[in-house]
């Protein structure tokens, strides 16, 4: 059987991920979550250090960066827009084992229509898409949650020929 025979074995995804680590709390962070807003259309939340560094200058608990988790159809025409400022390029590495993509863009003045500011400066984004199947709900429910089946989970294979077929990315050797 293939997979248009079989609607829960169809990939999609998940959810989007974008987020912007600073470094630091203030001004640069602030310029930041005002990247990530005027890139997602949506209100960023404030990432927290989990440990103190002293090299670095962070505490725990302090804010250093923002991201915005996108789903559904605004997770979709944001990933189109985001692979567009790639020219529909990525690594085969920045798929993981777990079917899941990432990467990175150097600057959101990539993206169509976005102009520099001088105001802002110059920020740049990581991008985490998670694809999965229908059913995966089970892993994250709160009542009765159940581990998901090997089976079950995209591989590398099989989301690379995902964003193939749905997004036309070509892959860099």
Known sequence: MTATEQPMRTLRIVKV?????????????????????????????????????????????QEIGAK?????????????????????????????????????IADYTDFTGMKYDPAIGIHGMDVAVEIGRGGWRVRDRRLRPAAIPKRLRATREETRAFLETAFQVTFVE
Do not use: C
């Open 17 to 61: 991920v974008v987020n912007a680590g600073v470094g630091e709390s203030g001004e640069n962070r602030a310029k930041a979550e005002k990247v990530l807003e005027m890139v997602t259309h949506q209100k960023p939340v404030a990432t927290r250090a989990r440990s103190t560094n002293r090299d670095f200058g962070i505490r725990a608990g």
């Open 68 to 104: 915005v988790t996108l789903r559904k159809e605004r997770a979709r025409e944001f990933l189109v827009r985001a692979l567009e400022a790639r020219d529909r390029q990525l690594e085969p590495t920045s798929i993981d084992r777990s079917g899941n993509v990432s990467f990175g």
